[in-house]
Nanobody
Framework: QVQLVESGGGLVQAGGSLRLSCAASGRTFSVYGMGWFRQVPGKEREFVAS????????YYADSVKGRFTISRDNAKNTVYLQMNSLKPEDTAVYYC?????????????????WGQGTQVTVSS
C-alpha cells in the first residue's frame, strides 16, 4: 500500500493562495490515480480534484473549478494542489488519496490509500 503525506496547509486570507503537496512512497507511484478530498466537521468527505496516473485526465469539483489546479510529478512521487482565490468556504482538512484501479474518481470509496490530512483555514 502506498503511503501518503500531505503538507502545505495553513492560514490564509480570503483571495490568497496555498499550494498543497502530497508525497507518496513506493516504486509504482506512477500507476496510481490521485485525488484530493476535503472535509469539515459534520459533513461528508468532499471530492475536490483528481488526476490520472499519467496526468492525462483531470477532474475538478464545480466548487473549485477555475480556482484550483491539480498536478503531479511522477519523478518526484508527488501530487500537488494549487489553490488560488481562496474563500472561507474552502476551509477544511484536505486529504490526498491514491487508487490503483479505474473507477469513480469522485467517490472517496474508490481510493485505496489516504494521507493524514492537512488543515487549510481561510479567513474573511
Amino acid at each position: 500500500q502506498v503511503q501518503l503525506v500531505e503538507s502545505g496547509g495553513g492560514l490564509v486570507q480570503a483571495g490568497g493562495s496555498l499550494r498543497l503537496s502530497c508525497a507518496a512512497s513506493g516504486r509504482t507511484f506512477s500507476v496510481y490515480g490521485m485525488g484530493w478530498f476535503r472535509q469539515v466537521p459534520g459533513k461528508e468527505r468532499e471530492f475536490v480534484a483528481s488526476i490520472s496516473s499519467s496526468g492525462g485526465s483531470i477532474y475538478y469539483a464545480d466548487s473549485v473549478k477555475g480556482r484550483f489546479t491539480i498536478s503531479r510529478d511522477n519523478a518526484k512521487n508527488t501530487v500537488y494542489l494549487q489553490m488560488n482565490s481562496l474563500k472561507p468556504e474552502d476551509t477544511a482538512v484536505y486529504y490526498c488519496a491514491a487508487r490503483a484501479a479505474r473507477g469513480s474518481y469522485w467517490r472517496a470509496s474508490s481510493y485505496d490509500s489516504w494521507g493524514q490530512g492537512t488543515q487549510v483555514t481561510v479567513s474573511s
